[in-house]
């Protein structure tokens, strides 16, 4: 395909904007030009971001006639490109399958999930352009398929000639993830429609659906409530597996299992927390599938009424085919309540176990904070029993002390003890040593006292942990009265602090006493304020205004 483009005037209206100029590569054909034109701005701009790369896709064509009752499941067929090239754009998927010659009759191509993008279409551009005016499905599929908002839409026909059309878009998921889009004339009755998204094995199931439903296959709505129904059975299976899961967390968690686990296996808690959080969470998202799939069947429900049965068609086989619907839809209903009902008890379960998980996790760490204070009790025990020979070893040495100290101190060249009889056995330098010693002592006594109070007032100055905050000191209010004004301030406090005896009198003389002491005081308080002050009292709230 070029990467030229040309701008093609046109005008449309978008967004309640208009859009002057849209741009078309140079070498499109002019069905291809004329199918783009006739898109709404908005339309045009979702079609555009679509890529185009011709890969394999399949199709399902079926009689619908009623009155056919065979069983036989259709087959899901490869849909073949080169078809529409060398036959024409009124050929669909081969020259014996002519959609307009073939009135009663269900068109359906299958266009897998690619693994790229979501947006990457399994045809060329004008094979795809071709496709969407023969299917005559509505161009606002386009903007479902990028949107991934679940609705179903139906879209009455506008024209006797013109058909009506259904889109039906799933929430987005990595294993549903589908698109139907369907269109059907009042005249012929005949489906065409494309599914977007479904995958090889969701393929031979829905052809096996619409095998057993054949006498509904021509009815508009059959193929959205086949889809329903898939849609709450693969629920349906998930949350099944989902409990399983959480059956077997319950397991683990269970108390006797536990007991009988050897104390060198840990249990993986860690793997229990994280299993169950995706419990959770993918229960919470089969519970938002089954609430669209809920609106899904209601709105169904409430266009099964207004849909016309086509040309050729008895109304009251047209009827019938309605009311077998409307049946279906009811045993959906059914199915999405008990689904409900399932995953909330599911979730209450799940939200249990993860609280049992976090008791028997804090019950480790206790059991783990024994098993250290036990370690710490022993520690403390050796440190007792180490200071116990620390202090036999003081005791020793102040048992030895004196004996040495004397030894030392009579064992000095101070001492003459072979002196001869008569004569001085102390020397007379013996001051020396006192005048030494003491001194020295007294400097190292001091020094020593000293540290010990700077360590004591650093030690008072370090805040505590359980010590409360300190409240800032507060501006007195009373700053700068007098000695009498102070004494009536603090009289009409304690006038009013003191709630014993006004218990044992009337209220009316309580209150008329500490009115009286608040009057006096304020009176006391403004005769002796400066003037400016008063003034601005009475602009600013602060001090005794307050």
């Known amino acids: 395909m070029a990467s030229d483009l040309v701008s093609i005037p046109t005008i449309a209206e978008a967004d309640g904007e208009t859009t002057a100029f849209d741009t078309l590569p140079l070498d499109e054909d002019e069905g291809t030009i004329r199918y783009v034109k006739s898109l709404s701005s908005k339309q045009r701009r979702y079609f555009n971001q679509f890529s185009f790369v011709q890969k394999p896709a399949f199709f ?4 619908a006639d009623v009155g056919k009752e065979s069983k036989d499941i259709p087959k899901v067929q490869l849909y073949d490109h080169s078809m529409l090239d060398a ?7 081969s020259p014996a399958h002519n959609v307009l010659k073939q009135d009663k009759e269900l068109v359906l191509v299958l266009c897998e999930t690619t693994s790229a993008t979501s947006t990457t279409m399994p045809f060329s551009r004008e094979n795809f352009v071709a496709l969407m005016e023969n299917l005559s499905v509505p161009p606002e599929t386009y903007q479902a398929l990028f949107a991934g908002t679940p609705k ?20 987005m998921s990595r294993t549903e993830n589908w698109t139907l889009a369907l269109s059907w004339h009042k005249r012929c009755g005949g489906l065409k429609g494309i599914i977007y998204g479904i995958k090889q094995d969701e393929m031979s199931r829905l052809a096996a659906c619409i095998g057993d439903t054949r006498s509904l296959t021509a009815h508009p709505s059959n193929l959205a409530v086949i889809l329903c129904e898939m849609l709450i059975e693969s629920d349906s299976n998930l949350v099944k597996l989902h409990a399983s899961d959480l059956l077997r967390v319950e397991n683990s968690t269970n108390f006797d299992s536990l007991k009988g686990r050897s104390e060198s296996r840990e249990v993986d808690f860690a793997k ?6 995706r419990i959770i969470s993918r229960l919470a998202f089969h519970e938002m599938r089954i609430h669209a799939n809920s609106v899904f069947v209601d709105d169904i429900t409430a266009q099964l009424e207004k849909i016309l049965p086509p040309t050729g068609f008895r109304h009251d086989r047209f009827g019938l085919m309605s009311k077998t619907l409307q049946e279906r839809l009811v045993h959906l209903r059914t199915e999405q309540r ?5 995953i909330t008890c599911n979730q209450k379960i799940a939200q249990s176990q993860l609280e049992i998980v976090y008791n028997l996790v804090a019950q480790r760490d206790n059991k783990d904070n024994l098993a250290m204070a036990t370690t710490q009790t022993d520690i403390a025990n050796t440190t007792k029993e180490d200071s116990f020979a620390m202090r036999t070893i003081a005791v020793m040495s102040i048992f030895f002390l004196p004996g040495t100290f004397v030894s030392s101190f009579f064992s000095m060249d101070m001492f003459d003890w072979q002196a001869p009889e008569g004569a001085s056995v102390l020397s007379s330098r013996f001051w020396i040593y006192w005048a030494v010693t003491i001194p020295l002592t007294l400097t190292v006594f001091s020094i020593w006292f000293a540290w010990q109070q700077s360590h004591h007032k650093h030690e008072s100055r370090r805040p505590r942990a359980n010590d409360p905050p ?3 000191p507060a501006a007195d209010p009373l700053e700068g009265l007098g000695a009498p004004t102070r004494r009536a ?12 005896d006004e218990e044992k009198r009337p209220v009316e003389v309580a209150e008329l006493r500490r009115s009286s002491i608040a009057s006096n005081a304020l009176s006391a308080l403004r005769s002796r304020v400066p003037t400016t002050q008063i003034e601005r009292s009475n602009t600013i709230h602060q001090g005794i205004a307050r």
């Not at 036959?87 to 998927?93: D, E, L, P, W, Y």
């Not at 179903?152 to 929430?171: C, F, H, M, Q, S």
């Not at 008990?338 to 399932?342: D, N, P």
Request: aromatic share 8%; proline share 5%; glycine share 6%.
């Open 272 to 277: 229990m927390t994280q299993s169950l959080n």
């Open 87 to 93: 036959f024409g754009a009124n050929t669909i998927v």
């Open 470 to 472: 300190k409240a800032s």
């Open 338 to 342: 008990a689904l409900l009902l399932e």
């Open 489 to 500: 301030w603090f009289r009409s406090m304690c006038a009013q602090s003191i709630h014993m």
């Open 152 to 171: 179903t839409v139906y879209y009455e026909a506008k024209g006797d000639n013109l058909p009506a059309g259904l889109i039906l878009r799933t929430p």
């Open 60 to 63: 399902i064509c079926t009689p």
